[in-house]
């Protein structure tokens, strides 16, 4: 009697005609086979999940044709078991989450103790169309199941189906044989008879018959050698067949799994001599696996690292233990990259190494960052305690002299501690933006101002100091709405840099042109301007340009965080400059 717990109807319209279809197979109640076992056990390691489940669905019943664990199950009420839904789609039936499918709120597969979260089962199809039962795995976990997945499942259930059908046609053969059997013994009852009636004549006939029966009886039992023998024969080849189908599924699972993970794969036997590589391997470096086998790595590793790799590697290997290491590989451009390689053995049941399995990870980005990061603090550190010095020594001297008349060397030592603190404070702001744009926390305050205006009473301290004149020139009443300190503190930003690398450009020029939709403010100076090959990293976080040899102040980020602030603003920012003629630092707002 079927138990419905869905609250829906799970017995399929052509139901009688589906029973039927299963009932031609012969497999219900039958014992476990390897065939279907192997594959249960690959699903359950290609999709990381505890359990997987060949199911046959019966009128009242689902038979476990092949259980991975489950216990000692052999079935299930038709209808607690999710393999009932699953036999009503040609699709992959999945069920991500339990707890969130109102259909599955009372199974007590999902409310009771056993605790199923997810469920993705594919069908199997007969050749003439019929659901008969799912290949299905589970989990006591709510988890995705992707598109992929589904493909990769669905194709796993139709090597099931295959097996089925080829466990049906070798049974068809014995039975074949079989009837050759009964052929021969209604023959030989035959013969039992015609020699019953020539007994009545004579003594010859007897001795005949008697001939006959021992050859009727030889042929019989070399009739059920034969049998024996092609049973044999047909399971031996059935065995063989799910052998290499279970063999190249597995290397197509892990070609597939292989040829679409970023890092580079490769497998080695047990003494370490790979004879393996990923795809991925092969499009990096440039070789073949003539090029690559044994020990033929060596060959595209850097010359610096290649004695050091291969004795630890060679240690590693011969005693059995995980190994990993970093170094540099090159690639098919000539140019090297540096990755984390790892490698983990696979042993036997004796703890003999069998095979070994490598990735490697390329991590020069994150090295690069590394190093950018310590070179940053590293300057930072450099840069604020040159000030920090020039403080502290002013400071030192004032108090030496603090009961002294005022004179000019206290004027001097203030007008030198204020420098010190303008730069320090220079530097601080910095970090502080810096920080706040790597948190994401720099916000826009926008109000609408004329950008003359703005221009008007920015940097001052350049016009103060009088070694430049800030030019202006373009359209005096253009407005726009944005963040006006944050706008400021850029134009600031291009016109300190105007100063510090151009400081015989006596004219600095601030441009305001009106494009369409768009405002545009330009710096301007003549100075020595920057080679071309600097243009493109002007505007990288940490990047300190040179000019002629001679290094600057300054923690390379003023750039960046302009460049971070006009991108905030939907805006873009660039430059334009030519060696011996000077610079322009321009950046567009919307209007």
């Known amino acids: 009697m079927i138990e419905n717990t869905f609250g829906m109807n799970i017995i399929p319209d052509n139901d009688i005609e589906r029973l039927s279809a299963l009932k031609r197979y012969r497999i219900m109640d039958t014992p476990s086979e390897a065939s279907f076992d192997n594959i249960a056990k690959l699903c359950t390691q290609i999709f990381n999940v505890p359990i997987s489940l060949v199911s046959l669905v019966d009128a009242e019943r689902v038979f476990f044709k092949a259980n991975v664990g489950m216990g000692n199950a052999k079935e299930a009420n038709r209808g607690k078991s999710l393999c009932a839904l699953a036999v009503l789609s040609d699709d992959v039936t999945v069920f991500e989450d339990a707890l969130k499918e109102p259909c599955l709120m009372a199974n007590p597969n999902v409310a009771g103790d056993f605790g199923l979260r997810f469920y993705a089962g594919a069908p199997l199809i007969t050749y003439d169309g019929f659901l008969i039962g799912t290949l299905c795995i589970i989990d006591k976990k709510a988890r995705s199941f992707s598109e992929k997945e589904k493909t990769i499942l669905a194709g796993m259930a139709t ?290 101002f004329t950008i003359a205006e703005m221009l008007d009473l920015c940097c001052n301290h350049v016009r103060v100091a009088g070694k430049h004149e800030l030019v202006f020139s373009g359209d005096k009443d253009l407005q726009i709405h944005a963040d006006e300190h944050r706008v400021d503190q850029v134009v600031v930003n291009f016109v300190n840099n105007a100063v510090k690398y151009a400081p015989d450009s006596k004219e600095i020029y601030l441009i305001v042109e009106k494009l369409d939709g768009f405002a545009k403010v330009s710096v301007k100076d003549t100075g020595p301007g920057i080679a071309p090959e600097k243009l493109p990293y002007i505007f990288d976080r940490y990047y300190r340009a040179d000019h002629s040899g001679q290094a600057y102040n300054g923690l390379g980020l003023g750039l960046y965080i302009s460049a971070e602030i006009i991108k905030k603003h939907d805006g873009q920012i660039g430059v334009e400059s030519e060696l011996g003629k000077g610079s322009t630092f321009w950046f567009t707002l919307p209007r």
Do not use: C
């Not at 049941?349 to 020069?364: C, Q």
């Open 159 to 448: 090597a099931i189906m295959d097996q089925v059908e080829l466990r049906l046609s070798a049974l068809d053969e014995i039975d074949k044989h079989l009837g050759l059997s009964k052929q021969a013994d209604e023959q030989r009852e035959e013969i039992y008879a015609m020699n019953e009636e020539l007994t009545a004549t004579n003594e010859e006939l007897r001795e005949s018959q008697e001939e006959l029966i021992a050859s009727a009886n030889s042929l019989a039992n070399v009739n059920e050698e034969l049998a024996a023998s092609n049973e044999e024969l047909v399971v031996s080849q059935i065995e063989l067949q799910n052998s290499i189908e279970e063999i190249e599924a597995s290397a197509e699972t892990l070609r597939m799994i292989t040829d679409n993970m970023p890092q580079l794969a490769w497998m080695a036997d047990g003494t370490g001599s790979i004879y393996w590589y990923s795809q991925r391997w092969f499009d990096y470096t440039g070789t073949t696996l003539s090029d690559m086998v044994g020990w033929g790595w060596q060959k595209v590793h850097h010359p610096d690292h290649v004695q050091r790799v291969t004795e630890k590697v060679s240690y590693h290997f011969n005693n059995g233990i995980v190994w990993e290491d970093i170094f540099p590989l090159k690639g098919s451009d000539g140019e090297y990259r540096w990755f984390l390689s790892r490698a983990i053995p696979s042993k036997n049941e004796k703890g003999e190494v069998i095979r070994w399995f490598g990735t490697n990870t390329d991590i020069t980005d994150q090295r690069k960052l590394e190093q950018q990061k310590d070179d940053f603090l590293s300057i930072a550190s450099h840069e604020l305690k040159t000030p920090i010095t020039s403080l502290k020594a002013s400071l030192q001297l004032l108090d030496k002299i603090k009961d002294k008349e005022y004179s000019s060397m206290h004027i001097r030592l203030i007008e030198q501690s204020n420098r010190s603190m303008e730069k320090m404070s220079v530097l601080v702001d910095e970090l502080l933006n810096i920080h706040r744009l790597t948190d994401g926390h720099l916000h826009l305050n926008k109000t609408t």
